[in-house]
């Protein structure tokens, strides 16, 4: 356990950085399943109406660092060939 007042209060913060990216990353993985979901039962309309905010919290998560933002581009890219797919 750390002992010094700066290891202590770095500590505190890697405590609350931890659970806010947990909390960002639980958000970004369930949206991203509602998509898949939409695109594996053919739903078009649902799919493409998912991709706005979708891509949204992908952009978000990976300005706050919690994903990489190559990563990030990737899942985006991903998504939007399986959804234009579908629609096509």
């Given at each position: 356990?750390?002992?010094?007042?700066?290891?202590?209060?770095k500590n505190r913060q890697d405590?609350?950085?931890?659970?806010?990216?947990?909390?960002?990353?639980?958000?970004?993985?369930?949206?991203?399943k509602k998509v898949r979901q939409?695109?594996?039962?053919?739903?078009?309309?649902?799919?493409?109406?998912?991709?706005?905010?979708?891509?949204?919290?992908?952009?978000?998560?990976?300005?706050?660092?919690?994903?990489?933002?190559n990563s990030a581009a990737r899942?985006?890219?991903?998504?939007?060939?399986?959804?234009?797919?579908?629609?096509?």
């Amino acid at each position: 356990m750390a002992s010094h007042e700066s290891a202590l209060k770095k500590n505190r913060q890697d405590i609350k950085r931890r659970l806010r990216n947990r909390a960002h990353t639980s958000k970004l993985r369930s949206q991203i399943k509602k998509v898949r979901q939409a695109i594996a039962a053919g739903d078009a309309a649902t799919a493409q109406g998912l991709m706005k905010e979708t891509i949204a919290l992908v952009d978000r998560t990976a300005k706050h660092g919690v994903v990489h933002r190559n990563s990030a581009a990737r899942t985006k890219s991903r998504l939007v060939r399986a959804v234009a797919k579908l629609s096509a």
